[in-house]
């Protein structure tokens, strides 16, 4: 009985101490509902401005299995450029020498289209650099997820998810 009595008051805390309440900058809490309404409504200020960056956190190459991602590699988009910092793994078929590193570039865009998708939006751009042109796919989420699709000209396709980065001043309490 005690062993119950024990075990039961040590999930009971587990589970209070996993609880996570928001707070504005003053210190006044928020509701979850109204934190994912802030959340949408950056979401979509950022991408209707073209100023946003995505934190990419796991890769999902053509072959293998995915990769998580312990480094700060992104997908920056400002106005009209696009900047790239992203790893790479899969199948080049025509690289120059030296660039096979990643996918790492800060270049003009030459297409910019934005689609309303189920609970977020979908943006399709395209770019290149002095090599390869490159197409890029991504899907944005209310809640700020995100998946990305990168397809260089001169490599296989290869996938993202993430979250996109929100500038606003609420901090979360554990």
Not at 37 to 46: C, P, S, Y
Not at 113 to 141: A, C, H, N, P, W
């Amino acid at each position: 009985m005690m062993k119950h009595l024990i075990l039961s008051l040590s999930a009971a805390a587990l589970l209070a101490g996993c609880a996570t309440a928001y707070y504005d900058s003053e210190g006044n809490p928020v509701s979850k509902e109204q934190m994912a309404h802030l959340r949408t409504a950056a979401v979509k200020a950022h991408l209707g401005e073209r100023r946003y960056r995505v934190f990419v956190d796991r890769m999902y190459p053509m072959r293998g299995p995915s990769v998580y991602m312990a480094e700060d590699w992104c997908i920056e988009v400002s106005g009209d450029s696009v900047g790239l910092s992203l790893p790479y793994i899969g199948r080049a078929y025509q690289i120059p020498y030296g660039s096979g590193g990643g996918m790492h570039l800060l270049e003009p865009l030459t297409d910019y289209k934005e689609e309303l998708i189920r609970d977020g939006r979908r943006v399709v751009m395209t770019t290149r650099d002095e090599y390869e042109s490159f197409q890029i796919v991504l899907e944005v989420f209310d809640n700020a997820a995100a998946s990305l699709i990168v397809s260089p000209s001169g490599r296989e396709s290869i996938r993202f998810t993430g979250e996109m980065q929100l500038d606003d001043s609420f901090t979360r309490k554990k």
